[in-house]
């Protein structure tokens, strides 16, 4: 059993940066790659970025790509992300997943465990 907890969410303006955080406890977290989705609202959720097991590979939806680094310190039991250049179809709900699979996952069925989200809006 893995539990996540987000932190780090808010109001900012377009154009401006916001870093989340999402701590694990419970078992070894090297062991997990792990990944964010969103859900704004009326939509699915959906795919942000994902990061291996050991931090060396990621992948980002296109939508974020170029503006969001993903990054994860198993020392510390962390991963976060970083989100620069926000703009207003940024906001959502951002969840922090954790996978048992190897490499990265963009699929959700891929993730078993789930934090319970934070609320990230951005004003035009």
């Known amino acids: 059993q893995v539990q996540l907890v987000e932190s780090g969410g808010g109001l900012v303006q377009a154009g401006g940066s916001l870093r989340l955080s999402c701590a694990a406890s419970?078992?070894?977290?090297?062991?997990?790659?792990m990944g964010w989705f969103r859900q704004a609202p009326g939509k699915e959720r959906e795919f942000v970025a994902a990061?291996?097991?050991?931090?060396?590979?990621?992948y980002y939806a296109d939508s974020v790509k170029g503006r969001f680094t993903i990054s994860k310190d198993n020392a510390k039991n962390m991963m976060y992300l970083q989100m620069n250049s926000l703009k207003p179809e940024d906001t959502a709900v951002y969840y922090c997943?954790?996978?048992?699979?190897?490499?990265?996952?963009?699929?959700?069925?891929?993730?078993?465990?789930w934090g319970q989200g934070t609320q990230v809006s951005v004003s035009s």
């Open positions: 997943a954790a996978s048992e699979a190897m490499g990265v996952r963009t699929s959700q069925i891929a993730y078993k465990y």
């Open positions: 419970g078992r070894t977290f090297s062991n997990y790659a």
């Open positions: 990061i291996s097991r050991t931090g060396g590979s990621t």
